[in-house]
């Protein structure tokens, strides 16, 4: 049962384009939502996150946006860089003392042309 | 400030053997938690550890075990190896497990059973 999903296992994109990555999710209970990034040999590293009591939340080039009613949520990059390149996971967290226990999407690999 | 680390990087079993693998966790933190990654998979929660007791297990079946230590270093032991069992495992630290705790990762230790 996935109950986070990133149903595109790749985007590719031009440097200084926009980047958007998607994330579904079922679990209702899910109120705290994250992205983070992976690159090879290294652990994933926290990017953005995002309460359900908010909509969107920004962090530079970053952006989460969070639909509660379709149970979606995106993270827009803008402009995109080479460097952006990586695998990209959203993960949701159940509240309370579950903010640790993160479920995660499966991945979408991203990769910035120059 | 130390971030997480991980040992070994990587180790190969035998189907039926037992391992364990080691988790320094950053500086400060007091929260441990471990996730398995089969390829092409996100990541996925195994257990958590706060002040030295088990808060909270994913769905793992008991051979897999842990313990936290008083420094916050942690230990993730599988008994009786299995095939599946083949994967990257990854430590996370954190600032207690509520909201805004974001997750530190190590790069993880790659097993193999063969």
């Known amino acids: 049962d996935q109950q986070v999903k990133q149903n595109s296992p790749s985007l590719s994109v031009q440097e200084g384009r926009i980047s958007i990555l998607n994330c579904d999710y079922t679990?209702?209970?899910?109120?705290?939502f994250l992205w983070y990034k992976k690159y090879p040999a290294e652990g994933p590293t926290f990017l953005i996150s995002i309460s359900s009591i908010k909509d969107k939340n920004e962090d530079g080039r970053f952006t989460v946006f969070l639909n509660k009613s379709a149970k979606h949520l995106s993270l827009h990059i803008v402009p995109s860089q080479p460097g952006d390149s990586a695998v990209y996971f959203c993960?949701?967290?159940?509240?309370?003392?579950?903010?640790?226990?993160?479920?995660f999407g499966q991945g979408t690999i991203l990769t910035v042309h120059p | 400030e130390t971030g997480v680390t991980q040992s070994p990087t990587h180790l190969i079993k035998t189907r039926g053997q037992q391992v364990t693998l080691r988790c320094s966790s950053q500086s400060g933190h007091n929260t441990v938690s471990w996730y398995q990654q089969a390829l092409g998979q996100g990541p996925q929660f195994i257990f958590q550890?706060?002040?030295?007791?088990?808060?909270g297990r994913g769905n793992f079946p008991p051979r897999f075990s842990g313990l936290q230590f008083p420094n916050y270093s942690s230990e993730l032991n599988v008994n009786a190896l299995e095939l599946d069992d083949s994967a990257l495992y990854l430590c996370?630290?954190?600032?207690?497990?509520?909201?805004?705790?974001?997750?530190?990762f190590g790069e993880g230790s790659r097993l193999t059973v063969l």
């Open positions: 996370a630290s954190s600032l207690g497990s509520l909201a805004g705790g974001e997750l530190f």
């Open positions: 679990n209702s209970m899910f109120d705290y």
């Open positions: 993960a949701a967290s159940a509240g309370g003392t579950s903010y640790g226990k993160l479920t």
């Open positions: 550890y706060y002040r030295e007791e088990e808060n």
